[in-house]
């Protein structure tokens, strides 16, 4: 089941919270007080890896742009690393063989006026699109679609 891992970062903290009153009211032992991190630093661990996945936040998602990064990376999680490859790589000028020996074949569009690669989803789908001129990128844009 997706969730937000709101609810566990949520329970983590009210967790370490009941502890801390009760370590320091007397009425609980030390020993518990050290379970009750360990159980807060779990449950928090757990709540942001949920958020992460739902968040779409990036953690562990390359951004460093190689041939390599992008192929492995799934499409919808590309845009964390669109800047990095732009920063790199010239991408007007060059041929369109070039860029599909770079990026791969387009997964939202394939013409020969313009190859889109989609870089974010689910909420709005982001396109990179390059525009092409007689097989030669004269545009690159980021479209929402």
């Known amino acids: ?35 009750s991190c360990l159980v807060t630093a779990l449950l928090v661990g757990r709540g942001v890896w949920c958020a992460n996945d739902f968040f779409d936040l990036g953690m562990g998602t390359p951004k460093v742009f190689s041939p390599e990064n992008w192929e492995k990376t799934k499409p919808e999680q590309r845009h964390f690393m669109v800047d990095d490859l732009q920063e790199q790589i010239a991408l007007i000028g060059m041929p369109e063989d070039e860029v599909r020996e770079l990026l791969g074949a387009p997964d939202y569009q394939d013409t020969a006026a313009c190859l889109s690669y989609v ?5 709005d789908e982001v396109t990179l699109d390059l525009t092409l001129k007689s097989g030669i990128v004269t545009q690159v844009e980021q479209t929402s679609h």
């Open 1 to 35: 089941m997706l969730t937000t891992g709101i609810p566990q970062i949520v329970a983590g903290i009210a967790v370490f919270l009941v502890c801390g009153v009760l370590l320091f009211s007397g009425k609980v032992r030390k020993r518990y007080w050290c379970l």
């Open 119 to 123: 870089i974010a989803q689910p909420f």
